[in-house]
């Protein structure tokens, strides 16, 4: 078993910037992949970033390209999400997910631990 909890979330200002942290413990040797995801107010929860255990390997959803970030520090076990520009539009809870086994992928259902979430609210 993995366990993932997330930190980080808060109210900031439109253009304001944010750093979500995921913490891993348990097996984390058997993680490939640890990604982001987010749930926007009803709405569906939606791919945001992921990156390969390595590093070497990350993917962002599209429209979040040049503002957002990802990053892994793995003597920590930890993955960071670095929101800049944040928009209203980017309110969300945010999930961070780890996968046990195969290529990093952006396909939620691949996933196989999820955190409690972290809320995310921008402010315009």
């Known amino acids: 078993q993995v366990q993932l909890v997330e930190s980080g979330g808060g109210l900031v200002q439109a253009g304001g910037s944010l750093r979500l942290s995921c913490a891993a413990s348990?097996?984390?040797?058997?993680?490939?992949?640890m990604g982001w995801f987010r749930r926007a107010p009803g709405k569906e929860r939606d791919f945001v970033a992921t990156?390969?255990?390595?590093?070497?390997?990350?993917y962002y959803a599209d429209s979040l390209k040049g503002r957002f970030t990802i990053s892994r520090d793995n003597a920590e076990n930890t993955v960071y999400l670095q929101m800049n520009k944040l928009e209203p539009e980017d309110t969300a809870v945010y999930y961070c997910?780890?996968?046990?086994?195969?290529?990093?992928?952006?396909?939620?259902?691949?996933?196989?631990?999820w955190g409690q979430g972290t809320q995310v609210t921008v402010s315009s």
């Open positions: 348990g097996r984390t040797s058997s993680v490939s992949a």
């Open positions: 990156i390969s255990w390595s590093g070497a390997t990350t």
């Open positions: 997910a780890a996968r046990r086994a195969g290529v990093t992928t952006t396909r939620q259902h691949l996933y196989d631990y």
